[in-house]
Structure formats: structure tokens, C-alpha cells
Nanobody, 123 residues
Framework: QVILVESGGGSVQAGGSLKLSCAAS????????MGWFRQAPGKAREGVAV???????TYSDSVKGRFTISKDNTRSTVDLQMNSLKPEDTAMYYC?????????????????WGQGTQVTVSA
């Protein structure tokens, strides 16, 4: 059974930082494409950052230069360091995992998802 558990969400003022973490179990973690997605109320889910099994990263234009995705294969975790947060970053953030057989992009299929962690940024 694959389980993804996010943590680290919370409330912060604009300009502040938060670090999200996702702990994975039930998968051969090192072989997987891992991603962070977010969904704000009334909006579609959007990709934030992905990292492939070789450590190559991709970011959405809206977070590039402010967010950093990283993973630790020994601990089976993937983190999202979020700096210079803006009110428009407010959303539920989800961790996702997909096998490494497909390319690691926002539009590929991610079969496994966490329950999400809320991030709220006030002006």
C-alpha cells in the first residue's frame, strides 16, 4: 500500500517562508517521480514542482526562483522549501508520486496522492 503524508503547512505573512515535507511508504522511492501540486478554492489544481529519479527539477513559472524541491532517497521524503511567499500562494498543497517509467512532468499521470496540507499567506 502506497502512503504519502504531507506536513509543514501553516499560516505565514507575505514574504515569509515555509517548508513542506512529504513522507512516502510502500514504493521504491528512488525510482519515482515526485511532485508538489496545489489547489486554491475555486481554481483548478496546478503543478508547483517535480523532481525525477535523477534529481532533475521542474518548476512552474509562478514559483520559479522562490521554491525549491528536494528529495532524500534514504528517508523517502520530498521537501518543498517555499520562500518569499505571496498571498496568491495560498492553497492546499499535495504531494504526488508516479513511477519513473514516464517522463517527470506536471501533466503525466500521478497514481498516488497525499491528503494535502494547507498553506495560507496573509498580506
Amino acid at each position: 500500500q502506497v502512503i504519502l503524508v504531507e506536513s509543514g503547512g501553516g499560516s505565514v505573512q507575505a514574504g515569509g517562508s515555509l517548508k513542506l515535507s512529504c513522507a512516502a511508504s510502500g514504493i521504491t522511492y528512488a525510482d519515482y517521480c515526485m511532485g508538489w501540486f496545489r489547489q486554491a478554492p475555486g481554481k483548478a489544481r496546478e503543478g508547483v514542482a517535480v523532481i525525477n529519479r535523477d534529481g532533475r527539477t521542474t518548476y512552474s513559472d509562478s514559483v520559479k526562483g522562490r521554491f525549491t524541491i528536494s528529495k532524500d532517497n534514504t528517508r523517502s521524503t520530498v521537501d518543498l522549501q517555499m520562500n518569499s511567499l505571496k498571498p496568491e500562494d495560498t492553497a492546499m498543497y499535495y504531494c504526488a508520486a508516479g513511477t519513473g517509467r514516464l517522463s517527470c512532468t506536471f501533466t503525466r499521470t500521478f497514481p498516488f496522492w497525499g491528503q494535502g496540507t494547507q498553506v495560507t499567506v496573509s498580506a
